[in-house]
């Protein structure tokens, strides 16, 4: 197994180039990981949240945070690794979604711990009760501590100088600036694979703040072992028991096939529904929040001519017992649990505890229980699960991140505007409810894809659906491009209307049109002959204002020293600290 770097020819399409089959669907870029975010400086490229970021390519190159091969001061690291013959049973989790298939394999501390824990993490730190797991892991060169809290494996980062912007938003919204501890989870990480070319190629750029040169020497030497440090040896094949990784999933299916109850928990839009009709299309989905006790019994009718009430079995009941007739297994769906009234809460609890409906009618053998809720800080009307119901299901937590739900929207064919905004945007994924206008969460995106295709891709119909902000970062993403053709046809009034951060999104629209320039400019950009493009950025960047041609300056300054001096010769790369260099014949050597 060996970790390198990835060639601009692997990735770009160009004539006669031997790209590897899976980019032309993902597309170049790269999100950043929480992680990454925390250790690069952001120098003006970092600027809008859960973006793409700028990582390293072999023999000198990068890769920009569009998605193009550009010279970059700030770059990321998008690992790659070449498997040996027989390490592909080291991989997990295998999801092939059309071309594109992925896998787990490691872990590594890429997201900022769940709020819930939070406090709970920084008291025990505080008072020194972390548990030590006698591991560590290089971040920015330096040794990290792995702790242990609960379950979960933990390190804990400072945030370095937050550079340009002064603050860092981290993948769930959390806002972080320079001196603030941040603690960071590990998480399995996902890669893309070729199983052809026995390839990994990470999702995401998983760390930043090396040198290309330190990057080499890492992914080299501690970065593999770090990864993965605890391949446990096959159990003896009388073992007896086995230790298999699941995903939340397969772990839903598990407990079906167990006839234990799961409860499912997840924020609104998390697909908690889709995971269970991904199990049992024909599911039977009672909405609770529409029920009461009287329509899960059944109705009491009083019979005059016998003088006598007669309990009418429940219509639920009814389909469910045609669903299992011939002894098939089928989900009965309790959906909204918690927003179901106390006393809807005691009739499932009956249901769930003696499979008896009204004490009188059994559910069929085959059936099996599922129920799923919202949390309490989502919504209003959710009430908290008494004990007793609580205890009676295998409680399985899901958190949807664009990582998995991306391939569950190749797999719906949903519109590639909105798949390729969220691959570049994660933060957009989901955006807080305020009840006054439209939010983001993986469902409204749906709803999103479905009105650009009715509508021929119309994105004044977006702003409805997802809000303001996530709305106007959607137009800006995919307007970019095409300002950068024409970045000075801005009148004076259209200029004075923009907002400072759209002022200095056009500044750095400007910068990456002059990446390349000579570092003579710095002095009086109107004396050197410059092509008519670059000209023009210039010129537009001096229209915009004494503050934004300093920061244009400055950064352009910091580009040009980065491409004067910074860059390695192949040479070192590949000398006594680089990475092992692969056999000549092979097509991916980075050479």
């Avoid at 009287?294 to 009430?309: P, S």
């Avoid at 409680?395 to 570049?424: C, D, G, K, Q």
């Avoid at 109107?526 to 092509?531: G, H, M, T, V, Y």
């Amino acid at each position: 197994m060996k970790a390198i770097f990835l060639t601009q020819d692997q990735i770009i399409a160009e004539e006669g180039s031997p790209r590897i089959p899976f980019f032309s669907l993902v597309g170049a870029s790269a999100p950043a990981t929480d992680l990454a975010l925390l250790t690069a400086s952001d120098d003006g490229f970092l600027m809008e949240p859960g973006g793409g970021i700028n990582y390293y390519l072999a023999d000198g190159g990068c890769i920009d945070r569009f998605g193009r091969p550009n010279p970059c001061s700030v770059c990321a690291v998008r690992p790659a690794i070449l498997l040996d013959p027989g390490e592909e049973s080291l991989l997990q989790h295998l999801r092939e979604e059309g071309e594109v298939a992925t896998v787990e394999y490691g872990f590594f501390p890429t997201t900022v711990l769940d709020r819930s824990m939070r406090d709970l993490a920084e008291k025990n730190l505080r008072e020194h009760s972390l548990a030590d797991t006698g591991r560590h892991v290089t971040i920015m060169g330096k040794q990290h501590p792995v702790y242990r809290l609960g379950a979960k494996q933990i390190i804990v980062v400072t945030v370095e100088d937050s550079g340009a912007n002064g603050f860092i938003t981290l993948s769930d919204g959390t806002v972080v600036s320079e001196g603030e501890l941040v603690f960071l989870e590990f998480r399995p990480v996902r890669w893309l694979y070729d199983a052809k070319l026995r390839l990994l190629v990470s999702g995401m750029a998983l760390f930043a703040g090396l040198s290309r040169s330190e990057t080499a020497a890492y992914l080299q030497g501690p970065f593999l072992r770090e990864l993965a440090p605890d391949v446990e040896p096959d159990l003896p094949v009388d073992a007896g028991f086995k230790m298999v990784r699941h995903d939340e999933l397969s772990l839903i299916r598990a407990y079906v096939d167990a006839n234990i109850p799961v409860f499912i928990h997840g924020l609104s839009g998390d697909g908690k529904s889709d995971r269970v009709r991904q199990i049992d299309p024909q599911a039977l989905d009672i909405e609770l929040v529409n029920e009461t006790p009287e329509t899960i019994n059944g109705r009491a009718v009083y019979n005059e001519a016998k003088d006598e009430i007669i309990d009418i079995k429940p219509a639920w009941l009814i389909r469910l017992e045609r669903l299992c007739r011939n002894g098939e297994q089928h989900i009965l769906f309790f959906d909204e649990l918690t927003n179901a009234t106390k006393q809807t809460q005691s009739v499932i609890f009956k249901i769930v505890l003696e499979r008896f409906v009204n004490n009188r009618w059994p559910l069929p053998e085959s059936a099996r229980i599922v129920a799923a809720g919202n949390d309490r800080s989502e919504s209003s009307a959710s009430h908290d699960l008494a004990e007793p119901l609580f205890g009676r299901f295998a409680h399985i937590y899901i958190r949807t991140t664009v990582e998995n739900w991306m391939p569950w929207a190749v797999r719906s064919r949903l519109n590639p505007y909105v798949m390729e905004f969220l691959a570049n945007n994660d933060l957009y994924l989901r955006t807080p409810y305020t009840g006054t206008e439209g939010h983001a969460d993986p469902r409204r995106w749906e709803m999103v894809s479905k009105a650009l295709d009715a509508s021929g891709n119309d994105f004044s119909l977006l702003e409805p659906i997802v809000g303001r902000d996530p709305a106007e970062a959607f137009v800006r993403f995919f307007r970019a491009r095409q300002e950068l053709a024409a970045v000075g046809n801005y009148s004076d009034e259209e200029l004075a209307r923009f907002s400072i951060a759209r002022k200095y999104q056009l500044a750095q629209q400007c910068l990456i049109l002059c990446t390349g320039t000579t570092a003579t400019i710095l002095s009086d950009a109107a004396e050197i002959k410059l092509s008519p493009r670059k000209q023009e950025a210039f010129e537009l960047v001096h229209r915009l204002g004494p503050e934004y041609e300093a920061w244009f300056r400055y950064m352009l300054e910091r580009k040009q020293a980065f491409t004067a001096s910074d860059r390695v010769r192949p040479a070192e790369l590949h000398g006594e600290s680089s990475i092992e260099e692969l056999p000549a014949e092979d097509p991916w050597v980075n050479a």
